[in-house]
C-alpha cells in the first residue's frame, strides 16, 4: 500500500480575517452575480426577439453571453453559500464537478472568443464571401463543435485529475476549485496529466491567442487602407471584442503565471476573470455596437 492519505473533501478558504467584513463581501459577489445574469439574459433575448440581428456576429455574441451565465453560475452561488452558511466543507466529488463545468466554460469561452475574431477577419478582410464562409447552417456547425470539443476537452481533463491521489492539505486557498489549487494538494502528479495539461494550454490558449494576433494584423492592415469614414465603422466593430479579448487572456494568464505562493494576488485575478469579465462582456458589446443599444432601447420601452 502506497503510504498517502485518500482526501474526502476540501476546506475552500476563500478569504480570511474578521468576519465582520463577510455581509460587504457577500453583497458584493451577489450584486456581481445578479446583474451579469440580467444584463447577459438581456442580450440573450434582445438577439433572440430582434431580426435585424440574426446575423453570424451577433449569434456568437449570444454564445458568448450564455457562456458568461454559466461563468458565473458555476463559482458564485457556492461562493455565496459557504458565505452565507458559514460551511467552507466541500466533498471530493462536489470539488471535482465544479472542475469538471469550469473547465468545460473556460475552454468553450476561449475557442468562442476565437471565432469570433474569425468573423471579423471575414467581415472586413473578405467581406464578399463573409455570407458563403459564414453561412447559417455554417455557423450552426462552428457552435456546435466549439461546444462539443470544449465538453471533450473537459471529460479528459477530469479523468486525468481525479485518478492523482491527493495526500497533501486539503485547504484551498481559493473560491473554487480551479487546475491550480487543486495541483497544490496531489502528491502524484502523473507525467500523462503534465503532457495533457500543456498540450490543452496550447490548443485553447496559445493557438487561439496568436491566431487572433494573426488575424488583427490582418484586419488592421485593411483596416488602414480605407477611408476616414469606412476606417471610423470597421474599427467600432473591433474595438469591442479587442477590449474583451484583452481583459479575458490578460487577466486568465496573469492568474496562472504569477508564483504559487501569491495566493492573494491569484485570488484577486481569478475574481476579475470569473465573475468581473463575465460581467462587464455584454456591457462592452452593447455600448459599442449600435444595433445592440437599439434593440436594447425598444425592449426597455417595450
Same mark, same amino acid.
Given at each position: 500500500?502506497?503510504?498517502?492519505?485518500?482526501?474526502?473533501?476540501?476546506?475552500?478558504? /476563500?478569504?480570511?480575517?474578521?468576519?465582520?467584513?463577510?455581509? %460587504?463581501?457577500?453583497? %458584493?459577489?451577489?450584486?456581481?452575480?445578479?446583474?451579469?445574469?440580467?444584463?447577459?439574459?438581456?442580450?440573450?433575448?434582445?438577439?433572440?426577439?430582434?431580426?435585424?440581428?440574426?446575423?453570424?456576429?451577433?449569434?456568437?455574441?449570444?454564445?458568448?453571453?450564455?457562456?458568461?451565465?454559466?461563468?458565473?453560475?458555476?463559482?458564485? /452561488?457556492?461562493?455565496?453559500?459557504?458565505?452565507?452558511?458559514?460551511?467552507?466543507?466541500?466533498?471530493?466529488?462536489?470539488?471535482?464537478?465544479?472542475?469538471?463545468?469550469?473547465? %468545460?466554460?473556460?475552454?468553450?469561452?476561449?475557442?468562442?472568443?476565437?471565432?469570433?475574431?474569425?468573423?471579423?477577419?471575414?467581415?472586413?478582410?473578405? /467581406?464578399?464571401?463573409?455570407?458563403?464562409?459564414?453561412?447559417?447552417?455554417?455557423?450552426?456547425?462552428?457552435?456546435?463543435?466549439?461546444?462539443?470539443?470544449?465538453?471533450?476537452?473537459?471529460?479528459?481533463?477530469?479523468?486525468?485529475?481525479?485518478?492523482?491521489?491527493?495526500?497533501?492539505?486539503?485547504?484551498?486557498?481559493?473560491?473554487?476549485?480551479?487546475?491550480?489549487?487543486?495541483?497544490?494538494?496531489?502528491?502524484?502528479?502523473?507525467?500523462?496529466?503534465?503532457?495533457?495539461?500543456?498540450?490543452?494550454?496550447?490548443? %485553447?490558449?496559445?493557438? /487561439?491567442?496568436?491566431?487572433?494576433?494573426?488575424?488583427?494584423?490582418?484586419?488592421?492592415?485593411?483596416?488602414?487602407?480605407?477611408?476616414?469614414?469606412?476606417?471610423?465603422?470597421?474599427?467600432?466593430?473591433?474595438?469591442?471584442?479587442?477590449?474583451?479579448?484583452?481583459?479575458?487572456?490578460?487577466?486568465?494568464?496573469?492568474?496562472?503565471?504569477?508564483?504559487?505562493?501569491?495566493?492573494?494576488?491569484?485570488?484577486?485575478?481569478?475574481?476579475?476573470?470569473?465573475?468581473?469579465?463575465?460581467?462587464?462582456?455584454?456591457?462592452?458589446?452593447?455600448?459599442?455596437?449600435?444595433?445592440?443599444?437599439?434593440?436594447?432601447?425598444?425592449?426597455?420601452?417595450?
Amino acid at each position: 500500500m502506497k503510504n498517502e492519505t485518500s482526501v474526502q473533501y476540501f476546506y475552500l478558504l /476563500p478569504f480570511s480575517g474578521e468576519t465582520r467584513i463577510k455581509p %460587504f463581501i457577500t453583497a %458584493f459577489f451577489f450584486l456581481i452575480y445578479v446583474v451579469g445574469v440580467l444584463i447577459n439574459s438581456s442580450i440573450i433575448t434582445v438577439i433572440c426577439l430582434e431580426v435585424q440581428l440574426h446575423k453570424p456576429m451577433y449569434l456568437f455574441i449570444c454564445n458568448l453571453s450564455i457562456v458568461d451565465i454559466f461563468y458565473t453560475s458555476v463559482t458564485v /452561488p457556492k461562493l455565496l453559500h459557504m458565505l452565507l452558511s458559514g460551511n467552507h466543507i466541500v466533498s471530493f466529488a462536489q470539488c471535482y464537478t465544479q472542475f469538471y463545468f469550469f473547465s %468545460f466554460i473556460a475552454s468553450t469561452e476561449g475557442i468562442l472568443l476565437f471565432v469570433m475574431a474569425y468573423d471579423r477577419y471575414v467581415a472586413i478582410c473578405l /467581406p464578399l464571401h463573409y455570407h458563403q464562409i459564414l453561412s447559417w447552417r455554417n455557423c450552426s456547425l462552428i457552435t456546435i463543435g466549439i461546444w462539443a470539443a470544449a465538453l471533450l476537452n473537459s471529460t479528459i481533463f477530469v479523468i486525468f485529475a481525479v485518478y492523482m491521489s491527493s495526500c497533501h492539505s486539503n485547504v484551498i486557498h481559493q473560491f473554487f476549485c480551479d487546475v491550480k489549487s487543486l495541483t497544490k494538494t496531489n502528491c502524484t502528479i502523473t507525467t500523462l496529466f503534465l503532457i495533457f495539461t500543456n498540450l490543452e494550454m496550447v490548443i %485553447f490558449v496559445f493557438i /487561439p491567442i496568436m491566431c487572433t494576433i494573426v488575424s488583427y494584423f490582418q484586419i488592421f492592415s485593411i483596416i488602414f487602407k480605407m477611408s476616414k469614414k469606412s476606417r471610423k465603422k470597421a474599427f467600432s466593430t473591433c474595438s469591442s471584442h479587442v477590449t474583451v479579448v484583452s481583459i479575458y487572456y490578460g487577466a486568465g494568464l496573469v492568474g496562472y503565471l504569477i508564483p504559487a505562493y501569491s495566493e492573494v494576488m491569484d485570488f484577486v485575478f481569478n475574481i476579475i476573470y470569473t465573475t468581473i469579465v463575465p460581467m462587464i462582456n455584454p456591457i462592452i458589446y452593447s455600448l459599442q455596437n449600435s444595433n445592440v443599444r437599439a434593440a436594447l432601447s425598444w425592449l426597455m420601452m417595450e
